[in-house]
């Protein structure tokens, strides 16, 4: 079971963007993900009018490693680890380490 999925609550804690809040667009492999307005570059286009692009200059968001974010914990206000823990009716959930909520239902 993976720690984080699209759509958590993440808070950076390595990097240029130290200490920046975002939510996770998308997780690729096992240990890079894509989290909003966090890690942004400057990237250099080409106009392509096959496929009705403009050239210029945009700002994206570029994957960072896993170990670089930290689900964000709304009850504490902290960022968090993450644990796994089966219910009684067989399904595994993940779970806040500090408190022990359940993060997903």
Not at 74 to 93: H, R, S
Request: glycine fraction near 8%.
């Amino acid at each position: 079971m993976r720690k984080l999925k699209k759509g958590d609550s993440v808070i950076v804690i390595a990097g240029k963007d130290k200490g920046k809040k975002g939510e996770v667009l998308k997780v690729i492999d096992d240990n890079k993900l894509i989290v909003t307005n966090v890690n942004l570059v400057k990237k250099h286009t080409k106009p392509n009018p096959n496929k009705e692009e403009t050239g210029g200059i945009i700002e994206r968001e570029m994957p960072l490693n896993i170990s670089n974010v930290m689900i964000f914990n709304p009850i504490t206000k902290k960022a968090d680890k993450v644990g796994c823990k089966t219910l009684e009716n067989g399904k595994k959930v993940r779970i806040y380490k500090s408190n022990k909520e359940v993060i997903d239902i």
